[in-house]
């Protein structure tokens, strides 16, 4: 099965049309699929595909590991013997071998930073290849895909020896809800499932591919949560620590200590630095770059409606459900777990959860931004911020917070989001409170927007007062 990516495929797809070799970075956390797309375009564009993925760096594995592991590779796919090379520049010159100038070819080289982790000319290596052997194919494109994405951030799209090689700089984002919702539906054989029952399940494992394989439909939520999260092997117990230490590979303490500070909500570099007992200085930055690089958390950074111009302060949040899942919920408990003595019985008698609950729905609404985009009627429009916005109390404003606000040049959509058993009109005096204290500049239109999970009040439809309300049931049933 293979749900989505069209965007993506897309943009891959549109490389065909030149008529030189092309370069492409391919991001994105962890069991997002990353690899299973680029085979998915080369087996929708019909074309020869060759791959070859480095060994992960456990012990025993060094760069001769590694060479022998891409001849062997490559021996595989090629159907004849082919001789370990010495090193990185022989090993790309065996590739280009293996590469027709005549057919059009996609090669995916996987887990690059693990392949050149023991070998610092190996960016160099390539980087000669490219300009000497592959970019001379016309009819090539080249997927460098890795697990550390801040290596390819370093070694490639900031590499002074890169500018402006690379033709595209895919990221692969999570599946959508009206994508995760197709995906069950297929395997399922069309029958419906409920909207409730999709949503715990994505807040806690979000759109991301491997974890939805390991889904079964045809049982409840709960029995998904206690199998995959609280039975002794199942596979989000101990995933977390797979992804953290193949994403990370240094200074991985402190960037755990970083997301754990973030589980109850978001921060500003100066309140991380404070509850991290860290200082506010660039090694801050550093990290906080390598995790957000790495998918587990997002940086944001909208527009001051006050006075258009970028907020003074940047916020992070955990932008990965199943990583504040597993830190509040999962790694507690894991020694009870792995032991088969923890009871679960249902994820509503999960202490916190409805306070947390509220902060996983709000990610995959961020995380669904198109969807949005999309039943306001904004496909077409140029946004110039998306982003949640604080504002500070200050001699002249008080303080307010605004889930998410989508700004274009003349309006300004105030977007609340809730996830309840019960809303109430109390909803509706909660923004109403936020509109008295928000602070705007002269000539913009202000519209509220409501988007929710749960039993919405009658009478919140009934007042008016949103411009728009979108059920969590829109979102699944969205094309994204």
């Known amino acids: ?15 065909w049309r030149k008529n030189v070799a092309s370069l492409v970075t391919c991001r994105g956390r962890r069991r997002i699929g990353k690899s299973t797309l680029i085979e998915e375009f080369a087996r929708r564009s019909r074309v020869r595909f ?30 004849r013997e082919i001789a370990q090379p010495t090193d990185w520049f022989a090993a790309f010159a065996i590739l280009n071998e293996c590469i027709s100038p005549k057919a059009k070819t996609v090669v995916l080289i996987d887990e690059i930073s693990w392949m050149g982790k023991f070998d610092p000319t190996f960016s160099a290596q390539l980087k000669y290849a490219w300009d000497n052997r592959f970019a001379k194919k016309s009819r090539l494109i080249v997927v460098l895909c890795g697990s550390v994405s801040s290596w390819i951030n370093e070694k490639i799209l900031k590499s002074k020896g890169f ?59 709960n029995e998904n949560v206690r199998r995959l999260c609280f039975t002794r092997g199942g596979l989000l117990v101990d995933e977390f620590e797979d992804i953290f230490n193949d ?33 506010p200085n660039g090694h801050l930055s550093a990290n906080l770059e390598s995790l ?21 302060a ?4 955990i932008c990965d459900n199943y990583t504040r899942f597993y830190l509040k919920y999962i790694e507690p408990e894991k020694d009870l777990i792995k032991r088969g003595a923890y009871g679960f019985l249902s994820i509503d008698q999960l202490s916190g959860w409805n306070t947390i609950l509220g902060l996983q729905f709000e990610s995959l609404v961020y995380n669904n931004l198109v969807p949005i985009m999309k039943l306001l009627n904004l496909e ?47 909803v509706v005096c909660e923004v109403k409170g936020k509109f008295d204290k928000f602070k705007v500049r002269k000539g913009m239109s202000v519209i ?29 049933g969205c094309e994204s």
């Open 380 to 426: 077409r429009t140029l946004l110039t911020s998306a982003a949640p916005f604080r504002q500070n109390k200050t001699q002249r404003s008080e303080a307010c917070q605004i889930d998410l606000l989508l700004q274009t040049r003349h309006t300004l959509y105030v977007i609340e989001i809730k996830r309840r058993e019960q809303i109430g009109e109390e």
């Open 247 to 279: 994403a990370l590979d240094e200074n991985q303490a402190v960037r755990k200590k970083i997301l754990e500070a973030l589980v109850n909500g978001p921060m500003d570099v100066a309140r991380i630095a404070e509850m991290c007992s860290l200082e």
């Open 163 to 221: 500018v402006g090689r690379p033709s595209l700089n895919l990221i692969v984002p999570e599946l959508s809800i009206g994508e995760s919702r197709a995906f069950w539906s297929m395997r399922k054989g069309g029958a419906k499932i409920a909207s409730s029952e999709i949503l715990d399940v994505l807040s806690i494992t979000g759109g991301v591919p491997k974890y939805l394989e390991c889904i079964d439909p045809t049982v409840s939520a």
């Open 448 to 476: 509220p927007v409501l988007v929710y999970s749960g039993n919405l009040s009658c009478r919140v439809l009934a007042d008016g007062y949103f411009a728009r309300v979108i059920s969590a049931e829109d979102l699944i």
């Open 1 to 15: 099965m293979f749900v989505g990516r069209e965007e993506q495929l897309e943009q891959l797809d549109d490389l």
């Open 50 to 79: 060759l791959k070859v993925e480095g060994l992960p760096p456990e012990e025993g594995v060094d760069n001769e590991t590694q060479l022998k592991a891409f001849a062997d590779q490559l021996s595989e796919q090629m159907g």
């Open 292 to 312: 957000e690089a790495a998918g587990f958390i997002a940086k944001d950074v909208g527009l001051n409606p006050l006075n258009g111009k970028k907020a003074k």
């Open 314 to 317: 940047a916020t992070y949040r």
